[in-house]
Nanobody, 124 residues
Framework: QLQLEESGGDRVQIGGSLRLSCVAS????????ITWFRQAPGKEREGLYC????????LYSHSAKGRFRISRDVVKNTVYLQLNNVKPEDTGVYYC?????????????????WGQGTQVTVSS
């Protein structure tokens, strides 16, 4: 059974940092692309950053450029999203999703396996 579990969300002050984790079970990261998405209050879910099955990285969010970083640990079967210099607009629920493809996607309907999400709240 394919499962994803996010963690690491918290309340953080403007300019602070967080590291989110996405632990995969039932499959290996070397066969699936993992994308991090964010859903802000009242907005549609948007793709942020993707790690392909081969370890390639694709950034989808202009606002995340230079501030967010994606990485993975194949031994731990975990993909991380490092959030630096956070801003109020980074507030939302962060999800990771998986798809068995050898390229990247930031389009939510492409993904059938999702985690439950982890809340990030940026406050002043």
């Amino acid at each position: 059974q394919l499962q994803l579990e996010e963690s690491g969300g918290d309340r953080v002050q403007i300019g602070g940092s967080l590291r989110l984790s996405c632990v995969a079970s039932g499959f290996t990261l070397e066969e699936y692309a993992i994308t991090w998405f964010r859903q802000a209050p009242g907005k549609e879910r948007e793709g942020l950053y993707c790690m392909s099955s081969s370890g390639g990285k694709t950034l989808y969010s202009h606002s995340a450029k230079g501030r967010f970083r994606i990485s993975r640990d194949v031994v731990k079967n975990t993909v991380y999203l490092q959030l630096n210099n956070v801003k109020p607009e980074d507030t939302g629920v962060y999800y990771c999703a998986a798809k068995r493809i050898d390229y990247c996607s930031g389009y939510p309907p492409d993904f059938g396996t999702w985690g439950q999400g982890t809340q990030v709240t940026v406050s002043s």
